[in-house]
T-cell receptor, first 115, second 111 residues
């Protein structure tokens, strides 16, 4: 089983709302990733967790707040977003932190629209 | 910084072969990946090749690797309309913390 699940599939939110994106994997992977993908562009890395600790934050604005409550779950809390934050948010996991022999498996994404 | 290059668009007829090309930058990359993204969907790992291989075949997919030229290609035999998607090649980023993706090649298969 190489499945990464994400909920919700679609999300529409206003600029004053607070919402959360969820990601789950049951492959025993200890590294999890959040990516943002704009239309017709490759994914851009946002955050990396390794063994439930934040390992990398790619200078993401504080209106995005990641959380890794356990080794299977990864959340992305959203608050006071801007319309330009509308994008597909992808979660991925790998057995350990991505290295030359670590393969990342992606979820289907959450399509976010900020009005 | 690193830059993985791909042609942006490829159009083929159903039943033809498709070849998607990629040029990567890091000669020390040990694994190179191809991901497929269908419209509105996430990324699906299609295949990967280890750098000590020149070729890898998996059913209709053939990956060719030219390490000297840092050139990677994905050949899809007997292309079907269901193969229409964006194909990203990717290599481990410097420091190996994540992947560096190419800009993606949109493959359009017409009946």
């Amino acid at each position: 089983d190489t499945e990464v699940t994400q909920t919700p599939k679609h999300l529409v939110m206003g600029m004053t709302n607070k919402k959360s994106l969820k990601c789950e994997q049951h492959m025993g992977h200890r590294a999890m990733y959040w990516y943002k993908q704009k239309a017709k562009k490759p994914p851009e890395l946002m955050f990396v967790y390794s063994y439930e600790k934040l390992s990398i934050n790619e200078s993401v604005p504080s209106r995005f707040s990641p959380e890794c409550p356990n080794s299977s779950l990864l959340n992305l809390h959203l608050h006071a977003l801007q319309p330009e934050d509308s994008a597909l948010y992808l979660c991925a996991s790998s057995q350990v932190l991505a290295g030359p022999q670590e393969t990342q498996y992606f979820g289907p994404g959450t399509r976010l629209l900020v009005l | 910084g690193e830059d993985v290059e791909q042609s942006l668009f490829l159009s083929v007829r159903e039943g033809d072969s498709s070849v998607i090309n990629c040029t990567y930058t890091d000669s020390s990359s040990t694994y190179l990946y191809w991901y497929k993204q269908e419209p509105g969907a996430g990324l699906q790992l299609l295949t990967y090749i280890f750098s000590n291989m020149d070729m890898k075949q998996d059913q209709r997919l053939t990956v060719l690797l030219n390490k000297k030229d840092k050139h990677l290609s994905l050949r899809i035999a007997d292309t079907q309309t269901g193969d229409s998607a964006i194909y990203f090649c990717a290599e481990p980023a410097v420091g190996y913390s994540t992947l560096t993706f190419g800009k993606g090649t949109m493959l359009l298969v017409s009946p």
